[in-house]
Nanobody
């Protein structure tokens, strides 16, 4: 079992930065790939960024490449999403999720593979 709690969302002006974080509890955290998803009103949930359990592989949606950076600190059981140059279209609820224990995620498996545990979400609002 992995429990996930997001924090660090908020209201920011367009062009500004924000860094939500996701704190995990559970002894198997370091064996899970981690992902950040987002869902805007009236839209489907989408995978924004993901990282392998080792941190050696990452994935980014085209819409955030070059602006967002995902990282993890396994010693602190925390995954981060550094968001720079934010745009109003980045406004959404951002969710942290943990992939299946022990599976190595890479390439397309980041967005086709299972995510077994989810946080409650944190709101990010970007004003124009």
């Amino acid at each position: 079992q992995v429990q996930l709690v997001e924090s660090g969302g908020g209201l920011v002006q367009a062009g500004g930065p924000l860094r939500p974080s996701c704190a995990a509890s559970g002894r198997t955290y370091s064996s899970h790939a981690m992902g950040w998803f987002r869902q805007a009103p009236g839209k489907e949930r989408e995978l924004v960024a993901a990282i392998s359990w080792s941190g050696g592989s990452t994935y980014y949606a085209d819409s955030v490449k070059g602006r967002f950076t995902i990282s993890r600190d396994n010693a602190k059981n925390t995954v981060y999403l550094q968001m720079n140059s934010l745009k109003p279209e980045d406004t959404a609820v951002y969710y942290c999720a943990a992939g299946a224990e022990g599976l190595y995620y890479s390439g397309s498996y980041y967005y086709t593979g299972p995510y077994d545990y989810w946080g409650q979400g944190t709101q990010v609002t970007v004003s124009s």
